[in-house]
């Protein structure tokens, strides 16, 4: 069935440093892939999303390519501010079925130290 | 446009009760699903449905029922509480065509079973 591996957390990273966070996939069809953000106490936010092989979703300096050649979708930011503290989710849908669903990877907690 | 809302916000119950948590969403959307979020192991589906009166079991169905009366509500009942339900429950609700497929969750309720 469909997986999602993400990078293991926590993630400490001092204020205006480089993030990525990795993650890869393993599905059949043609996902469309997202990554998610959930702040302390929350639910989950939709933070970018890519549809098909080469897109880029970005949103508020977060950015990661659908790279189907690596089964990949990494989540990179330039400049981390403190207040990007939170747990990043990538996750796929099954395009393919009709669940209408997501996979979720386990999830990395980002800190940023000002 | 509340989007998708939750009920309770958190919940304590002794092992053997039965309780329902509430889901509901005011986008007209045809797809639900519940999910469970545990430590370490990201989200996990526990029963969706692609339209009123359908409804199917995820990865994690066990010890959960669901209906689907109307378009709008998704209820998740716990006929029996066992301590292993203990989890963080999100409701979330998307579009039904291909071109909507963004998940938009509900603000979770946090169950505790003793």
């Known amino acids: 069935g469909d997986s999602v591996t993400q990078m293991e957390g926590p993630v400490t990273l001092s204020e205006e440093a480089f993030l990525t966070i990795n993650c890869t996939y393993t599905?059949?069809?043609?996902?469309?892939l997202f990554w998610y953000v959930q702040y302390p106490g929350e639910g989950l936010q939709l933070l970018l999303k890519?549809?098909?092989?080469?897109d880029k979703g970005s949103n508020k300096g977060f950015e990661a390519t659908y790279r189907k050649e690596t089964t990949s979708f990494h989540l990179e930011k330039g400049s981390v501010q403190v207040s990007d503290s939170a747990v990043y989710f990538c996750a796929l849908s099954d395009g393919d079925t009709g669940r209408r669903a997501l996979t979720f990877g386990s999830g990395t907690r980002l800190q940023v130290q000002p | 446009n509340a989007g998708v809302t939750q009920t309770p916000k958190f919940q304590v119950l002794k092992t053997g009760q039965s309780m329902t948590l509430q889901c509901a969403q005011d986008m007209n959307h045809e797809y639900m699903s519940w999910y469970r979020q545990d430590p370490g192991m990201g989200l996990r589906l526990i029963h969706y449905s692609v339209g009123a009166g359908i409804t199917d079991q995820g990865e994690v169905p066990n010890g959960y029922n669901v209906s689907r009366s109307t378009t709008e509500d998704f209820p998740l009942r716990l006929l029996s509480a066992a301590p292993s339900q203990t989890s963080v429950y999100f409701c979330?609700?998307?579009?039904?065509?291909?071109?909507?497929?963004?998940?938009?969750f509900g603000p979770g309720t946090r169950l505790t079973v003793l």
């Open positions: 979330a609700s998307r579009g039904g065509d291909c071109a909507t497929d963004t998940q938009y």
């Open positions: 599905a059949t069809g043609y996902p469309s």
């Open positions: 890519a549809t098909k092989a080469d």
